[in-house]
């Protein structure tokens, strides 16, 4: 079994687990550093691993199949080896990204058809090539190809989309059940649970989803402009249906406020691109609020901004140091933020694993948000 579930909080659908992975485990909940390119931008592998303690980070099969190509990806041994990263790796299937390409896009039943960002050339994205992509790159956990529709569309755009997407995940398990790991090691495959914003849809598609016996499940669709307490309440409504046995991931989030919520409505997998895009425009999460370091008022700020947290970052460089570096665009100042918010991340998720497993979770988690919530 890929899932484990180990521990559930009494008082909220918190849950604790272990994802059992050829590439090593994976403590749950957790969250995935973005590595999009085949990079976690501005932070080495092995930062990854020694500094930041990641267990899983996750690629994207649409940016790694436009550059570098599979074709060299495939020649270097996988993405694993490609990247020098050895440990798990979950790979999106691109379905958010031609959903981003609205007006170079064209949605059919064998596929997507798209233009290339970076040139304008023609593709075709189905669910048959897109597991092919991802037995290529060798990641861990592949995404199937979904349409993430847009906020807000109307009932009948997101049951058309929704249907499309069935019949997409339909074609797509069977294409990775009719097919090997190119690498040795076993890849998985979650299914994508769409619906919009709309209750019933939502109801229908993870019944669905459940139905083709993936080995994970995704909320797919959520965190696309919707209010906060929408995206709760979808993810609610969700997290009731979805069967306990399975890792549940939810896609493209976000705030450590919203980790802390959606821990707490039983979401297991999480991943972002804010801990390092932010950090690239001088935003630094911490235990007590967030920082913008550009601001003036840390010019003349000798102080390191938490001695006690467990980061080099936050130990070592002083306030005024790093708003220095931000001031005059040195590259230095995108790594230490980079390291320091991913590393923030990941420690968030350790010490809801802790809370969960000593049963104090629920009675620390809403201040928590509200603190890592407030601007400094």
């Not at 290529?136 to 349409?147: A, R």
């Not at 390291?339 to 009675?363: A, C, P, V």
């Amino acid at each position: 079994m890929l899932f484990e579930l180990h521990k559930e909080d009494q008082s909220t659908k918190a849950r604790k687990g272990i994802l059992k992975t050829d590439h090593g485990n994976i403590e749950t909940p957790i969250f995935m550093p973005v590595g999009t390119l085949g990079t976690v931008k501005a932070v080495k592998p092995e930062d990854l691993r020694d500094k930041i303690h990641a267990q899983i980070i996750l690629g994207n099969a649409y940016h790694l199949y436009l550059r570098p190509g599979c074709d060299i990806i495939e020649e270097a041994g996988g993405l694993h080896r490609f990247m020098q990263w050895d440990g798990p790796i979950l790979t999106d299937s691109g379905g958010y990204q031609i959903y981003s390409l609205s007006d170079n896009r064209e949605l059919k039943e064998k596929g997507a058809h798209f233009k290339s960002h970076l040139d304008g050339s023609k593709h075709l994205f189905t669910p048959e090539n897109v597991v092919e992509i991802q037995r290529v790159l060798g990641s861990d956990i592949m995404m199937l190809l979904d349409e993430c529709p847009p906020y807000p569309c109307s009932y009948e755009y997101a049951k058309e989309s929704m249907e499309l997407t069935h019949r997409w995940a339909e074609r797509g398990r069977k294409a990775f059940l009719d097919t090997e790991s190119k690498y040795g090691h076993r890849q998985y495959q979650f299914g994508i649970i769409q619906g919009g914003t709309y209750e019933d849809l939502r109801k229908e598609s993870t019944q669905f989803m459940t139905e083709q016996d993936f080995e994970g499940l995704a909320i797919g669709g959520l965190s696309v402009g919707e209010p906060a307490e929408l995206m709760y309440e979808m993810a609610d409504l969700n997290t009731d249906l979805m069967p306990a046995g399975k890792p549940r991931y939810l896609m493209g989030v976000g705030t450590p406020a919203n980790l802390l919520h959606c821990v707490a409505l039983g979401i297991d997998m999480f991943d972002c691109v804010m801990p390092t895009r932010n950090a690239r425009n001088g935003q630094i999460f911490t235990r007590h609020g967030i920082i913008n370091i550009r601001n003036a008022k840390w010019k003349n700020h000798h102080k390191v901004f938490d001695k006690e947290f467990p980061s080099d970052v936050s130990q070592k460089y002083t306030m005024s140091y790093l708003h220095h570096l931000f001031r005059n665009s040195e590259l230095l100042g995108l790594e230490l933020t980079s390291i320091h918010n991913l590393t923030f991340y990941l420690w968030l998720m350790e010490q809801m694993r802790k809370r969960i497993k000593d049963g104090t979770f629920s009675d620390w988690y809403a201040g928590m948000a509200e603190q890592v919530d407030q601007k400094i």
